[in-house]
């Protein structure tokens, strides 16, 4: 009964918050939880979307991009790490926003409300999300409270990575901006650190940028290679990102032990038209993708 009350209040809470539309979502992201992965309809719907995008560019495209990653390895392993070359005063300022927003009274209270406010899409979870909120805190709608964070993407090398792996165009679909916390300089659990892959559709990628310099001591990202089942830290300086299939690669967030971490995610699918500064699920924790890749269902 606690489980169904639980549920029932998550679907009030969003209703409340987002209207029948986000509703309807919720029920298709629970109905997907019990499935497994996103749902059959919805990966095939993304499938045939990833398509015809792919036809789309290669006709209204002048050329593919080449560049030098070493995309044997990406196919392969499913990863790639790049070095993006920020600008260091650009990744502290980017840093101090969100850490003045995280602070901001206003965020957290959405971040660790006590009246189970809906979280991760997780049915099945018994973790409350105010314990939750002692592990991991994220910004609410962060294009919005940090808008900063889009023009990350005003970059050369990423936008010619993705359309090389997409060989579309693509868009981003949803940002995350989490701070993994650390407690008193010890070892700091967080229900990230099991390794897990997520419930995306198979065509879309997870890119992940360090905004804080990361070292196996402040949680970095744990891959667990395809070929060799060899756990790899991904470490370095601010500005490090990571491109994988979070739906197929198993990773995990490593316990921190001496300091947090600051790091924001983007899930980017593709698409018929270039990216133009649009989120479509922006700070949906229980909808990280829309329903139909051929509507659109964002703001």
Same mark, same amino acid.
């Given at each position: @009964? ?44 993304? /499938? ?21 990653? &070493? ?5 392969? *392993?499913?990863?790639?790490?790049? #070095?993006? &070359? ?10 101090? !926003? ?6 901001? *009274? *206003? ?8 009246? &189970? /406010? +809906? ?13 939750? $909120? ?12 940090? +808008? ?28 995350? @901006?989490?701070?993994?916390?650390? %407690? ?9 650190? %099991? ?10 990628? !997870? @890119? @992940?940028?360090?905004?804080? #310099? ?9 891959? /667990? *290679? ?6 790899? +830290? ?6 490090? $990102? ?5 739906? %197929?690669?198993?990773?995990?967030? !490593? ?26 699920? #922006? ?17």
């Amino acid at each position: @009964m606690r489980k169904i009350y639980k549920i029932i209040n998550n679907f009030l809470l969003t209703f409340k918050e987002g209207g029948i539309r986000r509703v309807i979502q919720l029920f298709v992201r629970y109905l997907d939880n019990i499935l497994g992965g996103c749902g059959l309809k919805i990966e095939v719907a993304y /499938k045939l979307h990833h398509f015809l995008s792919r036809i789309s560019y290669k006709f209204y495209s002048n050329t593919l991009i080449d560049i030098k990653v &070493n995309f044997d390895k990406f196919i392969k *392993e499913e990863y790639v790490v790049l #070095d993006l &070359n920020l600008p260091k005063n650009f990744l502290d300022d980017l840093l101090k !926003k969100c850490e003045h927003e995280l602070q901001n *009274e *206003e965020n957290t209270s959405k971040i660790a409300n006590k009246k &189970n /406010k +809906p979280f991760n899409g997780l049915l099945n979870s018994g973790v409350p999300p105010e314990y939750y $909120s002692k592990q991991v805190c994220w910004l609410n709608n962060p294009s919005l409270s940090v +808008p900063e964070l889009l023009t990350l993407f005003n970059n050369k090398l990423i936008d010619d990575v993705l359309k090389s792996l997409f060989r579309s165009n693509y868009i981003i679909e949803n940002i995350a @901006m989490y701070k993994t916390l650390n %407690s008193n300089k010890k070892e700091t659990f967080n229900l990230n650190s %099991s390794f897990h892959i997520d419930s995306n559709p198979s065509t879309s990628l !997870k @890119m @992940m940028i360090y905004l804080c #310099d990361v070292d196996n001591n402040n949680g970095p990202l744990l891959i /667990k *290679e395809k070929s060799t089942g060899k756990i790899i +830290p991904i470490i370095g300086k601010s500005g490090t $990102s990571i491109i994988f299939k979070s739906h %197929s690669l198993y990773h995990a967030a !490593k316990n921190t032990s001496t300091g947090s971490r600051y790091a924001v995610f983007f899930t980017i699918v593709p698409s018929f038209r270039p990216w133009k500064n649009q989120v479509t699920c #922006d700070g949906w924790l229980n909808i990280p993708y829309r329903i139909n890749p051929f509507f659109w269902l964002g703001k």
